[in-house]
């Protein structure tokens, strides 16, 4: 049985819409714990959940700080790879970095962030997939929300190492 084009485009662009629910859970869990929100109830189920269940929420002494860390780490360890670019520049110059990309899963499908770096940090950040043999393609139905949580990731990364 063989796979056809658009097939492969609707595996690919379901794998980006996960991809980008699973950041923007990991986003709001991270931003109700830097706030040091009390009420989890307020938070969508989704977000409740992986607290958790994978965070191992405590109603009682909730370790914000903790909880904190470990979605960081999470993000770090989440990313298959990550690579940057350098602008052009003239010889003898010291280039400021230029553009990233953090590819996310690979193979039939993969999903990728791109974005422009400006002073070391992410300005913008933009989802793109693709399957086997196919172009990448822009990930265009994100939500204000899920771009806010895109280059929210895309910010936990150590830039000024590049």
């Known amino acids: 049985?063989?796979?056809t084009p658009t097939e492969k485009e609707n595996r690919?662009?379901?794998q980006a819409r996960r991809q980008v629910e699973a950041i923007t859970t990991w986003h709001a869990a991270f931003l109700f714990c830097d706030s040091?929100?009390?009420d989890i109830?307020?938070?969508p189920a989704d977000v409740q959940s992986f607290l958790k269940e994978e965070m191992d929420w405590d109603p009682e002494e909730p370790e914000f700080d903790s909880i904190c860390d470990a979605i960081r780490e999470m993000v770090l360890e989440d990313a298959l790879d990550v690579q940057v670019r350098t602008e052009w520049h003239s010889l003898g110059d010291d280039p400021?970095?230029?553009q990233y990309k953090i590819l996310l899963c690979t193979g039939g499908p993969a999903v990728r962030i791109k974005g422009d770096l400006c002073g070391e940090q992410p300005e913008h950040a933009y989802l793109e997939f693709q399957d086997w043999l196919t172009p990448w393609e822009p990930y265009e139905d994100t939500t204000?929300?899920?771009d806010a949580a895109?280059?929210?990731y895309a910010d936990?990364?150590?830039w000024e190492q590049a």
């Open 144 to 146: 204000e929300e899920q």
């Open 96 to 98: 400021e970095l230029g």
């Open 1 to 3: 049985m063989t796979t």
């Open 150 to 152: 895109l280059l929210w």
């Open 36 to 38: 040091e929100g009390q």
């Open 156 to 158: 936990q990364f150590y």
């Open 41 to 43: 109830s307020v938070l």
């Open 12 to 14: 690919a662009k379901a």
